[in-house]
């Protein structure tokens, strides 16, 4: 159970980060509609989870099957049934576990995991909206493709029959100007929608940098602080 403080925290919070998303659209003259709102519910509950479920939040985001797992399983069973987005590194051997309950998994940053997240969907009958996540400085130990690859990533995933190519996605460099990051991104964007005119989405933006992201032209910002509060220190 969700006590009812948290719950109006809670929706104080999405409240505020709501706002904060129109008014970062309009400052940049685009339609607020036009970007979507991921909660990341990563180190919170799954009673967190549930209640921005219940408070009209359908976007959830996790980075770590082991936790997202059993989160998506206990939501299933309540009958709350959130779009679950995957955001974090992910190894091969979780593909299979991640493709049973993520509908978008915006971290694919190398064929073999591409290859492996396909097969997975088919063998589970569904079909995953994938992102490329870029490496906007080339440190790829971060997650990410380098940039130089990007085209051949989606080319791969726009080939693969259980995927469905959507766009890219990368998180600001350590000590990079996030305006100069995302304007790399839009680039990487163009290339990928060079693949797949449709495949036009952009996840780009944390609790820190998401007015910078809506500038530059993200369809999608990953948000967990500005909405479930600090986190404690991960492991
Ligand atoms: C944790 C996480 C976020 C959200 O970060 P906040 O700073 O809490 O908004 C976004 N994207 C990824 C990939 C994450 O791991």
Not at 6 to 28: G, K, M, P
Not at 108 to 117: K, N, S, T
Not at 174 to 199: N, Q, T
Not at 216 to 234: F, Q, S, W
Request: charged content about 25%.
């Amino acid at each position: 159970m969700t006590t009812r403080s948290r719950r109006d925290q809670l929706q104080d919070n999405l409240n505020r980060t709501r706002e904060a998303i129109v008014a970062a659209s309009s400052d940049a003259g685009r339609a607020s509609d036009s970007v979507r709102l991921i909660a990341v519910t990563k180190t919170f509950p799954a009673a967190d989870a549930a209640a921005l479920v219940d408070l009209g939040q359908a976007d959830l985001g996790e980075n770590r099957d082991q936790e997202a797992a059993p989160k998506a399983a206990e939501l299933a069973a309540q009958g709350r049934e959130p779009v679950w987005h995957f955001v974090g590194r992910l190894q091969r051997n979780k593909a299979r576990s991640v493709a049973s309950y993520a509908h978008w998994v915006h971290s694919v940053d190398r064929v073999p995991l591409a290859d492996a997240l396909d097969a997975a969907a088919t063998a589970h009958g569904r079909r995953l909206n994938a992102l490329v996540q870029v490496s906007l400085d080339g440190d790829v130990s971060r997650g990410g493709t380098p940039v130089a690859e990007v085209e051949a990533l989606a080319e791969r995933i726009a080939a693969a029959p259980s995927l469905v190519l959507k766009g890219v996605m990368a998180v600001a460099p350590l000590g990079w100007e996030p305006g100069k990051a995302f304007a790399l991104l839009a680039e990487c964007a163009e290339k990928v929608r060079s693949v797949d005119p449709a495949a036009a989405e952009v996840s780009a933006g944390m609790s820190g940098d998401f007015a910078a992201a809506i500038a530059a032209g993200a369809t999608m910002v990953r948000l967990g602080r500005n909405v479930l509060g600090e986190r404690e220190p991960m492991a």
